[in-house]
């Protein structure tokens, strides 16, 4: 079993930033990869980047170049962290942490969830 805890989020105005934290403990050697999730209200959601054991990176299209995705990897947790910048009203949403193991497809674990809001 693996624990995602979050920590982060906040109201901030348009052009702002924010970093969001995901502490990972439990069976932390079998996570690989691990991601941020959003969900705005009434919409689906949505994967917005993800970062494998070995740093590889990957990141929707609305957020490249203003999100950044990193990793600390410790003896007893993980961490992963969303550097947001540049914000926008359009990215507010509620961010969630998640995390797979290395013999699974999907996203089998889930953090709390921090909401973010971004004011105009």
């Known amino acids: 079993q693996v624990q995602l805890v979050e920590s982060g989020g906040g109201l901030v105005q348009s052009g702002g930033s924010l970093r969001l934290s995901c502490a990972a403990s439990?069976?932390?050697?079998?996570?690989?990869?691990m991601g941020w999730y959003r969900q705005a209200p009434a919409r689906q959601r949505e994967l917005v980047a993800t970062i494998s054991s070995r740093k590889s990176t990957n990141y929707v299209d609305s957020v490249k170049g203003r999100f950044t995705i990193s990793r600390d990897n410790a003896k007893n947790t993980v961490t992963v962290y969303l550097q947001m910048n540049s914000l926008k009203p359009e990215d507010t949403a509620v961010y969630y942490c998640?995390?797979?193991?290395?013999?699974?497809?999907?996203?089998?674990?889930w953090g709390q969830g921090a909401k973010v809001t971004v004011s105009s």
């Open positions: 439990g069976s932390i050697f079998s996570i690989n990869t």
């Open positions: 998640a995390a797979r193991e290395y013999y699974r497809s999907s996203f089998s674990y």
